[in-house]
Each structure stands twice: as C-alpha cells, then as structure tokens.
T-cell receptor, first 115, second 111 residues
Framework: GAGVSQTPSNKVTEKGKYVELRCDPI?????LYWYRQSLGQGPEFLIY????????DSGLPNDRFFAVRPEGSVSTLKIQRTERGDSAVYLC?????????????FGQGTRLTVV | GQQVMQIPQYQHVQEGEDFTTYCNSS?????IQWYKQRPGGHPVFLIQ???SGEVKKQKRLTFQFGEAKKNSSLHITATQTTDVGTYFC???????????WGAGTKLIIKP
C-alpha cells in the first residue's frame, strides 16, 4: 500500500477482554514501531521490530501486552485482560531502516476504548 | 529517567503572527526530530537535526538545535490556517529508534 495501514480504526471492548491490533507497514520497510498516545500527550514508545524480531520491547507496560511480526511485514499488537487504563490511540510506524536520517511514517492509529 | 519537556502547551495566535515552541531534554541528545500532528490525524515527520547549533529552514519553518544538544526550537513565521495542529519534538533514548516525545505544543489560530 501507499502508507502504513492500521486496523481496526476504532475498537471498543469490555474490561477483561482480549484485543488484537493490526499494522501493515509500507512495503520494504524493515523497521516497525508501536506507540501509544493518550489524549494531550506525545506518543509513548512500546516496542520496535527489526525484521521479524523484537529488537526492543522495553516500552511494553506489562506482560498483558505482546506483539509479533512473524514474517517481517505485518505486525499484531495483542493486549490481554484489557483494563480501562489501556484506552488510548495505538500508533504504528515504519521506516526503511532504523536509525539516523531515516524518516518514520505513521499509520492513522487504532483508537482503543475499554469500557 | 530521561525526559523531553516542551513548552508552551498551547499557543493561540492571530493568522499572520509568529509561533514558537521550545523543547528541552534532561540529557544530551544525539539528534532531535520534529513532527506535526493535525487534529484527528497521525504524526508526520518534519525534520531531524543532528549537529550542535544546527539551523534548518523549511519555507516559513525554522528549526534550531542548541549548542549543547539539549534544547531545540521550532519557529513558524506568519502562521497560516494550514499550520494548525500539534507540534512534537522527540529525542532518542539509548538508541536511535526509541524516541522520547515531548507533550507537544498545540497551535491554535484565533478566529
């Protein structure tokens, strides 16, 4: 596709349920990032993939959060036993390669609401 | 831990007035990036500054990186309605891919 695609765009779930958020990066981009953005705040780093492997998952808030990228392209962020505090916009970004002088392109985000 | 602080939180200007947002880090940064997020939209990369004292211009936008590489600013000359949005600075923590973001400065054009 032309840009980073995230689905669904909106997700409302009940407290305690399991959710999966999908990110389809720009074709050929090896680096993929997940961020979480709360209202009035900047994005908060969650996890970074280089290819298929999670190079840095230190931003995941706890073990209810997990992300995969099995074929080095599409990534799924999985949240177990959702809590109301998980409500936020989850942003995915990709870049051709990580590091300096590499622009990251963001998707439109998935707005997660836990009720 | 490392923090990136951004002020002001909001700035209301008349169309045609200038706008400035300031970014300060608690530690020296190897580089700093600036993004713009329109209302309801996603962050869009504007620029990356790498060198101490660097100044870069994009039309009406001027970006500066401080000599100590701990602060940065974005100045917009003669704002237009298309400039409306929130401007974020972001700097790397431990590596160039784990960015810490400021809280953003929201540019609001007075009616």
């Amino acid at each position: 596709g032309a840009g980073v695609s995230q689905t669904p765009s909106n997700k409302v779930t009940e407290k305690g349920k399991y959710v999966e958020l999908r990110c389809d990066p720009i074709s050929g981009h090896t680096a993929l990032y997940w961020y979480r953005q709360s209202l009035g705040q900047g994005p908060e780093f969650l996890i970074y993939f280089q290819g298929t492997g999670a190079a840095d998952d230190s931003g995941l808030p706890n073990d209810r959060f997990f992300a995969v990228r099995p074929e080095g392209s599409v990534s799924t962020l999985k949240i177990q036993r959702t809590e109301r505090g998980d409500s936020a916009v989850y942003l995915c970004a990709s870049s051709f390669e990580p590091g300096l002088n590499t622009e990251a392109f963001f998707g439109q985000g998935t707005r997660l609401t836990v009720v | 831990g490392q923090q990136v602080m951004q002020i002001p939180q909001y700035q209301h200007v008349q169309e045609g007035e200038d706008f400035t947002t300031y970014c300060n880090s608690s530690t020296t940064l190897s580089n700093i990036q600036w993004y713009k997020q329109r209302p309801g939209g996603h962050p869009v990369f504007l620029i990356q500054l790498v060198k101490s004292g660097e100044v870069k211009k994009q039309k009406r936008l001027t970006f500066q990186f401080g000599e100590a590489k701990k602060n940065s600013s974005l100045h917009i000359t003669a704002t237009q309605t298309t400039d409306v949005g929130t401007y974020f600075c972001a700097g790397p923590v431990r590596s160039n891919y784990q960015l810490i973001w400021g809280a953003g400065t929201k540019l609001i054009i007075k009616p």
